[in-house]
């Protein structure tokens, strides 16, 4: 597999469960190391619930502090972006209790609201915004286009396609470890949506050709180093 993402671009990942989206993320934040091949990164990618690693014994507030430090804010730092923090997670009033008693959706927020608050160059966020209500996700859409600005790009696996289509201004597809698709939201999200229907159905055979011939048609990368 060979790809190059570029600064500003916020890139879903679809593919079937054990596929490999979440190794991959894994490869890039260096928790994994590639048996071959390399991998490039301009800066070193923040993934949700490893920088903001979230300490369930403590207060959410408390986290928040614990989380920001670990990242490398000073404490006055820290004060400088609590507001922000709390406005985007959307638990004022909650964080005075013990993490343990959040639900994993909470938790979430809270960790995407930690995690952004420093402006991360490239952020992986692995099926941490498939839970949360409308407002949450239209903030979180805020802040992803706000880090995409800023010269960031952002990596969003996800099993909803419609958080996909919303979030990402391109999408690649893995299947098995191989690359399928790599293209616009609306055209990729189709063919891997026909594919899921087809496999659901029982018709793996076409199944497999719609994947064979989708993949044949990848143009091949061409990278000109400097």
């Known amino acids: 597999m060979s790809?190059?993402?570029r600064q500003g671009e916020s890139v879903g990942i679809v593919g079937t469960n054990g596929s490999g989206k979440s190794s991959l993320m894994n490869l890039i934040t260096g928790r994994l190391r590639p048996t071959?091949?390399?991998i490039h990164a301009t800066s070193t990618p923040i993934m949700l619930g490893v920088n903001a690693a979230l300490v369930r014994t403590v207060s959410g507030d408390d986290n928040i502090t614990l989380g920001c430090l670990a990242m490398g804010m000073t404490p006055a730092q820290v004060e400088a972006k609590r507001p922000s923090i709390v406005e985007l997670c959307g638990l004022k009033g909650k964080l005075h209790l013990p993490?343990?008693?959040y639900s994993s959706g909470m938790a979430s927020r809270l960790q995407f609201a930690i995690a952004?608050?420093?402006d991360p160059e490239i952020l992986i966020i692995d099926e941490a915004l498939n839970t949360g209500d409308a407002q949450f996700r239209s903030r979180t859409q805020a802040r992803i286009d706000e880090l995409r600005q800023q010269a960031g790009c952002v990596f969003l696996v996800s099993h909803s396609l419609g958080t996909i289509k919303n979030m990402c201004t391109r999408v690649i597809w893995i299947e098995q470890g191989e690359l399928i698709m790599d293209g616009e939201p609306d055209t990729v999200t189709a063919h891997y949506r026909k594919y899921t229907k087809l496999k659901s159905e029982k018709n793996y055979k076409k199944a497999?050709?719609?994947?064979?011939?989708?993949q044949a048609s990848l143009a091949p990368l061409t990278i000109a180093w400097r």
């Open 208 to 214: 497999a050709a719609h994947r064979r011939s989708l």
């Open 3 to 5: 790809l190059v993402v």
């Open 99 to 101: 993490l343990k008693s």
């Open 36 to 38: 071959t091949g390399i």
């Open 116 to 118: 952004t608050s420093i």
